[in-house]
């Protein structure tokens, strides 16, 4: 099966600073989700994004499906920022959506 | 309020007693999936649905059955809970079975099996 990989595992930030969360997958998608599980463990839409890059507040991203990777971009981290962050991608003729392993983000104040 | 909605969000119960945990969605959504989320093992599959009467298995449906008798509702069955299904469990719908559109989870449910 398609294989999605999350890096960091973990990132530490100060409240104010800036990260990018990059997602690879091995086969070619019709479908890419960021999600952000927050500490109630609810699973948050952040962004679908198949291809291409959207932005909303201070959050992006960024997918380029012919290289086989998305990125996140979180701007002037908020402490409620923390949680974990998950990649989710469905491959061509799939019908799941794949998880990574997520990237657990803590910010400090 | 578009979304979907899982009862109960939290539950705790004995081994060998048969429990339900409904999932609704009200956007009109083809597919509806349910998955669970355990320690080290990250998000898995346990079976989705392309359209009313039509389900298949996921990644680990042991234990588990579904019905989709309703576009809106795809509950999930335990006839005999385990401890090892012990989770937290969510529900899924995106708009077509295709699955190359938005999917959408329910808040879950955090099942206890003792």
């Known amino acids: 099966g398609i294989q999605v990989e999350q890096s960091p595992p973990d990132l530490i930030l100060q409240e104010g600073a800036n990260s990018t969360l990059r997602c690879n997958f091995s086969?070619?998608?019709?479908?890419l989700q960021w999600f952000h599980q927050n500490p109630w463990g609810q699973l948050i839409n952040l962004f679908y994004?198949?291809?291409g890059t959207k932005q909303n507040g201070r959050l992006s991203a960024t997918t380029v499906a012919t290289e086989r990777y998305s990125l996140l971009y979180i701007s002037s981290s908020q402490t409620t920022d923390s949680g974990v962050y998950f990649c989710a991608v469905v491959a061509d003729s799939g019908y799941a959506l794949n998880f990574g392993k997520g990237t657990s983000l803590l910010v400090t104040p | 309020e578009a979304q979907v909605t899982q009862n109960p969000r939290y539950l705790i119960t004995v081994t060998g007693k048969k429990l339900t945990v409904t999932c609704s969605q009200n956007m009109n959504h083809e597919y509806m999936s349910w998955y669970r989320q355990d320690p080290g093992l990250g998000l898995r599959q346990i079976y989705y649905?392309?359209?009313?009467?039509?389900?298949d298995k996921g990644d680990v449906p042991e234990g588990y059955k579904v019905s989709r008798k309703e576009k809106r509702n795809f509950p999930l069955i335990l006839e005999s809970p385990s401890p090892n299904q012990t989770s937290l469990y969510f529900c899924?719908?995106?708009?077509?079975?295709?699955?190359?559109?938005?999917?959408?989870f329910g808040q879950g449910t955090r099942l206890t099996v003792v």
């Open positions: 649905s392309m359209n009313v009467e039509a389900t």
């Open positions: 994004i198949p291809s």
């Open positions: 899924a719908s995106s708009l077509v079975g295709t699955l190359n559109t938005e999917a959408f």
């Open positions: 086969d070619s998608v019709n479908n």
